[in-house]
């Protein structure tokens, strides 16, 4: 049977003939492999080092208050943007046009062949040769495509830190360049920083010469509507009616309050007169100085009553005398409590008469009272009116005062600071001599491996028949 007509499934693969085939081409294989590598070496030679440093920004949020609106709240970013797009920009700008020109102005760039254009460089000669040249191009283009072309601008993950890599064939070129952007960077963002801050101290100026011109007529019409209402306030800040209020109130109170002492003394003192119990114990009664007098003769006549009592009988005249005297003095007594009664009780009459008096007063009072609150609703929207457009000026003053001594002394905050500085490296980035030679090195086998086993399958002599 032939082995076209051999069904697939009854043919085998003969692994020993294909590992016969390679040991047959084995030293073929190698001296390719070897050739390639050798090759690849000695253009690898031809290659020019490139050395890399790298420099690393940290972004950060360091706005000044005065550069914000009065109401702004506190934000993870003073200008409302997420970190990705404030991290974004900061790229963009490490890498406009205008920061690397300066950078190529401060570092003379356009003397050093690397990068004016000058330098052999296979390739360039190479496409030279085969009329494929690049179109000529003005030194500042050419300086700034080659710069461009070595530099390397990345967010470091999950941060808030840049990190600008540079390379260059000069290893101490690479490590000056990569502080030179950096530095510049931090330089124009304090240039910015300073420009927003005069900006503000300007709108700051102009905004505090109009709130001042609104201040004074906010307080004028204060005044005037205080003047053409009657609206003069008292002490404590009330208003004078409620001030009189107050004093009304508590005259009313004291006036009450004495009536009701009055009336219960008096009637205190008639309910011991009728049932006939001595008045003297009342503050009242006692402190009368007809009582006192009284009570002095009375006690005298006791006392005599007392000497004659021991030596008379009760009948005697004098004792009768004695007694009469003692009662008529008694009876002086009460009549003068009556008549302290009276006078409490016409206190009572005068005490009524005056908060009467006093509830008149009391009722014009919160008439006028009345009249003034409404009043006051429109004088209170006048003083708050007033007192915000204070406020406001108070705080434009606050910040007119840093922001204009930050622009006299030029300091500024910018929102990027330098956190690495970047050192000539002392290893080649490019080329990887040894990780391209292991890979031409692992294609070459790859490649020859796989054509000789593929050969020897197409061919059938790695194949047999099981049969």
């Known amino acids: 049977m032939t082995l076209e007509s051999t069904p697939p499934e009854d043919l085998r693969m003969d692994v020993g003939a294909l590992f016969g085939a390679l040991r047959a081409r084995l030293l073929r294989i ?74 190529i102005d401060a570092e003379k760039l356009r003397d050093v062949p690397e990068f004016n254009g000058s330098a052999a460089i296979p390739l360039t000669a190479l496409l030279s040769l085969v009329g494929r040249s690049s179109a000529p191009k003005s030194i500042d283009e050419t300086v700034l495509h080659n710069l461009t072309d070595r530099l390397t601008v990345i967010r470091e993950r999950d941060s808030a830190v840049i990190s600008i890599f540079v390379r260059s064939t000069d290893p101490e070129l690479a490590a000056r360049l990569a502080n030179a952007i950096a530095a510049e960077h931090v330089k124009r963002r304090a240039g910015q920083s300073l420009a927003d801050t005069v900006e503000a101290t300007a709108w700051l100026q102009q905004q505090i010469e109009t709130l001042r011109a609104k201040v004074q007529q906010a307080d004028a019409a204060v005044a005037d509507y205080r003047a053409q209402n009657g609206i003069f306030a008292g002490t404590n800040g009330t208003t004078l009616p409620d001030q009189q209020m107050s004093d009304i109130a508590r005259q009313i109170t004291d006036a009450q309050a004495r009536r009701s002492t009055a009336g219960q003394r008096a009637e205190l003192i008639r309910s011991l007169l009728r049932s006939g119990q001595p008045v003297e114990g009342v503050e009242d009664v006692r402190a009368s100085a007809v009582v006192q007098s009284l009570m002095q003769t009375r006690a005298t006549l006791q006392g005599e009553l007392a000497e004659k009592t021991a030596i008379l009988l009760p009948a005697h005249p004098t004792i009768r005398g004695l007694n009469a005297q003692i009662a008529q003095v008694n009876t002086q007594i009460a009549g003068e409590a009556r008549r302290i009664a009276d006078g409490l009780a016409a206190q009572v009459t005068v005490e009524d008469g005056l908060i009467a008096s006093l509830n008149d007063d009391m009722a014009r009072a919160r008439l006028a009272a009345s009249t003034q609150t409404r009043d006051s609703v429109t004088l209170d929207s006048l003083t708050r009116e007033a007192k915000a457009q204070r406020d406001l000026l108070d705080s434009y003053l606050i910040k007119y005062r840093d922001a204009a001594g930050r622009t006299d002394t030029g300091g500024v905050l910018p929102d990027v600071r330098v956190i690495t500085s970047a050192a000539p490296s002392v290893v080649p980035a490019s080329p990887k001599t040894a990780l391209i030679l292991g890979a031409v090195g692992f294609v070459a086998l790859t490649f020859q491996i796989g054509s000789v086993l593929f050969g020897e399958l197409m061919s059938g002599r790695a194949v047999y028949d099981r049969t």
Not at 61 to 76: E, I, L, M, W
């Open 30 to 103: 190698v001296l390719v492999t070897v050739l390639l590598l050798v090759a690849t070496f000695v253009v690898l030679m031809f290659v020019p080092r490139m050395y890399e440093s790298s420099a690393s920004l940290l972004v950060e949020d360091r706005t000044s208050s005065y550069t914000q609106a009065p109401s702004a709240g506190a934000t993870p970013s003073a200008s409302g943007i997420s970190i990705d797009a404030l991290l974004s920009s900061q790229i963009e700008l490490v890498k406009s046009r205008d920061t690397l020109l300066a950078v």
